[in-house]
């Protein structure tokens, strides 16, 4: 919309509408998609017990008020549906999307906003071979539903028609950076901070004395691996480090890292996809564990809701999900610059 005009002015709205022509095209696309795939599509609900447990991940909370008279409930509005969406996989669904609007606090750069769209889809007995291909296929029905053949932004572009590059994240270390990653974690759940640190430094990265492993990780992936991702054609970048992927499950091959991946388009990340954990107890301690750090980082914590922790005791198959971005991935087919060009109405 244009600086300075509110998003209601009949010229901001004329400036957005071939963003939200190009973005009808897309969700139309893809319920075709996965309808064609034999898809359920769902709704579940926005208000949560726990909104997600990602330590650095800021959410929108408020109350429940009891119309008897009983105590209000503390709930929050979900980051993603992704607690609510493996219940139903335990109650026996298969394969099952949803377009959700979610909400994460804090947020808002030209390709944040408090409140956007999440795709996020799962397949029981799905691999994470295969939600790589379903992201690759996706992708390509969208751009050709909107009449284009690349992703743009500013002045890059790249082909997603055009076989994908799948690079691991110790791949990703090496080629850029020279570094061996894996090897500053002998020890997969507690990484060497030290050695990654002077890893950092020798590239000329600089290090703070509180940054942990996991942030000097992100400092180095950020500056020196991210831009160069999505360049020509569409990057997943796959096999993160084990102790980054509280909600995945460590790969078979290589217990040193987790069925994880992300997808990237001209150096912007369009999804986060994992092979589902599904041991109860882990899954509590890896979020215990979460929200110790969040506490020791920010002052507080979120609550573990039990009935997800009771879903997977009951027994949840194994699987595979996936999480996109929908408004970013609709900004690179159209060839906006920022997210609320392609939204009806920002959050103002």
């Given at each position: 919309?244009?600086?300075?005009?509110?998003?209601?002015?009949?010229?901001?709205?004329?400036?957005?509408?071939?963003?939200?022509?190009?973005?009808?095209?897309?969700?139309?696309?893809?319920?075709?998609?996965?309808?064609?795939?034999?898809?359920?599509?769902?709704?579940?609900?926005?208000?949560?017990?726990?909104?997600?447990?990602?330590?650095?991940?800021?959410?929108?909370?408020?109350?429940?008020?009891?119309?008897?008279?009983?105590?209000?409930?503390?709930?929050?509005?979900?980051?993603?549906?992704?607690?609510?969406?493996?219940?139903?996989?335990?109650?026996?669904?298969?394969?099952?999307?949803?377009?959700?609007h979610?909400?994460?606090?804090?947020?808002?750069?030209?390709?944040?906003?408090?409140?956007?769209?999440?795709?996020?889809?799962?397949?029981?007995?799905?691999?994470?071979?295969?939600?790589?291909?379903?992201?690759?296929?996706?992708?390509?029905?969208?751009?050709?539903?909107?009449?284009?053949?690349?992703?743009?932004?500013?002045?890059?572009?790249?082909?997603?028609?055009?076989?994908?590059?799948?690079?691991?994240?110790?791949?990703?270390?090496?080629?850029?950076?020279?570094?061996?990653?894996?090897?500053?974690?002998?020890?997969p759940?507690?990484?060497?901070?030290?050695?990654?640190?002077?890893?950092?430094?020798?590239?000329?990265?600089?290090?703070?004395?509180?940054?942990?492993?996991?942030?000097?990780?992100?400092?180095?992936?950020l500056?020196?691996?991210e831009?160069?991702?999505?360049?020509?054609?569409?990057?997943?970048?796959?096999?993160?480090?084990?102790?980054?992927?509280?909600?995945?499950?460590?790969?078979?091959?290589?217990?040193?890292?987790?069925?994880?991946?992300?997808?990237?388009?001209?150096?912007?990340?369009?999804?986060?996809?994992?092979?589902?954990?599904?041991d109860?107890?882990?899954?509590?301690?890896?979020?215990?564990?979460?929200?110790?750090?969040?506490?020791?980082?920010?002052?507080?914590?979120?609550?573990?809701?039990?009935?997800?922790?009771?879903?997977?005791?009951?027994?949840?198959?194994?699987?595979?999900?996936?999480?996109?971005?929908?408004?970013?991935?609709?900004m690179?087919?159209?060839?906006?610059?920022r997210?609320?060009?392609?939204?009806?109405?920002?959050?103002?």
């Amino acid at each position: 919309m244009s600086r300075g005009k509110e998003s209601w002015h009949p010229q901001s709205l004329a400036e957005r509408l071939p963003y939200l022509q190009c973005r009808r095209q897309v969700l139309r696309a893809v319920r075709a998609f996965f309808d064609a795939g034999d898809f359920t599509e769902v709704e579940t609900p926005c208000l949560q017990i726990s909104p997600g447990l990602e330590p650095h991940l800021k959410a929108f909370a408020t109350r429940l008020e009891d119309p008897w008279g009983g105590p209000a409930q503390p709930l929050y509005l979900h980051t993603s549906p992704e607690f609510a969406m493996k219940k139903l996989l335990v109650a026996g669904m298969e394969r099952i999307f949803q377009i959700a609007h979610v909400f994460r606090n804090g947020e808002r750069s030209d390709t944040h906003s408090p409140e956007f769209t999440m795709l996020e889809w799962y397949r029981a007995g799905g691999s994470i071979g295969q939600m790589m291909d379903d992201t690759e296929a996706l992708v390509r029905a969208c751009v050709t539903a909107a009449g284009g053949t690349h992703l743009h932004r500013a002045d890059m572009a790249c082909d997603p028609l055009a076989p994908w590059q799948r690079l691991s994240i110790a791949q990703a270390f090496d080629h850029y950076c020279g570094i061996d990653v894996l090897a500053t974690a002998p020890d997969p759940w507690r990484p060497d901070r030290t050695a990654l640190a002077a890893e950092a430094v020798r590239i000329g990265i600089s290090v703070s004395h509180s940054d942990a492993w996991d942030d000097i990780f992100f400092k180095i992936l950020l500056d020196r691996i991210e831009p160069h991702l999505g360049m020509t054609v569409p990057t997943i970048l796959h096999s993160y480090p084990v102790s980054m992927a509280a909600l995945a499950r460590p790969d078979p091959d290589d217990p040193r890292v987790a069925e994880r991946f992300e997808a990237y388009a001209c150096g912007v990340e369009l999804c986060n996809a994992f092979g589902e954990l599904t041991d109860a107890d882990e899954q509590e301690r890896r979020f215990q564990a979460d929200m110790d750090l969040k506490e020791k980082l920010y002052g507080e914590r979120y609550p573990i809701d039990p009935g997800f922790i009771d879903a997977l005791r009951h027994g949840m198959p194994q699987s595979a999900g996936n999480a996109l971005g929908l408004d970013r991935l609709i900004m690179l087919i159209a060839g906006a610059q920022r997210i609320d060009q392609v939204l009806w109405l920002p959050v103002d």
